[in-house]
C-alpha cells in the first residue's frame, strides 16, 4: 500500500500562488492514478485535481480550471499541484490521493474511488 504525505500549504494572499506536493512511498508510484481534493470546515471534501498514472491525461474542476495545474514526476514518486491566482475560497485543507489503476489514461474524479490518501496540508488565502 502506498503511504502519502503532502507538503507546501500556508497562508498566502489573494492573487498569489503555492505549489503543494504529494511524496508517495511503500509501492510502484507509476502504477497510481493520482488526485487532489480540498475541503473546508463544515464542508464535504470536493475534488480539485487529477491525473494520470504517466500524467498523459488531467482533470480539473470548473472552480480551479485556468488557475491551478496538477503534475506528476515518476521518477521522484510525487505529484505537485501548483496553485495560481488564488482566492479566499480557495482556503481549504488539501489531500492528496491515489488509487492503482491498471489503464494509463484513466483519470479518478470521485472521492470514492480512491484507496489512499495522505493527512492533508492546510492552505489559507487572505483577502
Known amino acids: 500500500q502506498v503511504q502519502l504525505v503532502e507538503s507546501g500549504g500556508g497562508l498566502v494572499q489573494a492573487g498569489g500562488s503555492l505549489r503543494l506536493s504529494c511524496a508517495a512511498s511503500?509501492?510502484?508510484?507509476?502504477?497510481?492514478?493520482m488526485g487532489w481534493f480540498r475541503q473546508a470546515p463544515g464542508k464535504e471534501r470536493e475534488f480539485v485535481a487529477a491525473?494520470?498514472?504517466?500524467?498523459?491525461?488531467?482533470d480539473y474542476a470548473d472552480s480551479v480550471k485556468g488557475r491551478f495545474t496538477i503534475f506528476r514526476d515518476n521518477a521522484k514518486n510525487t505529484v505537485y499541484l501548483q496553485l495560481n491566482s488564488m482566492k479566499p475560497e480557495d482556503t481549504a485543507g488539501y489531500y492528496c490521493?491515489?488509487?492503482?489503476?491498471?489503464?494509463?489514461?484513466?483519470?479518478?474524479?470521485?472521492?470514492?474511488?480512491?484507496?489512499?490518501w495522505g493527512q492533508g496540508t492546510q492552505v489559507t488565502v487572505s483577502s
Open positions: 490521493a491515489a488509487r492503482g489503476s491498471d489503464s494509463a489514461n484513466d483519470t479518478v474524479t470521485l472521492v470514492k474511488n480512491y484507496t489512499n
Open positions: 491525473i494520470s498514472r504517466y500524467g498523459g491525461n488531467t
Open positions: 511503500g509501492g510502484f508510484f507509476s502504477y497510481y492514478a
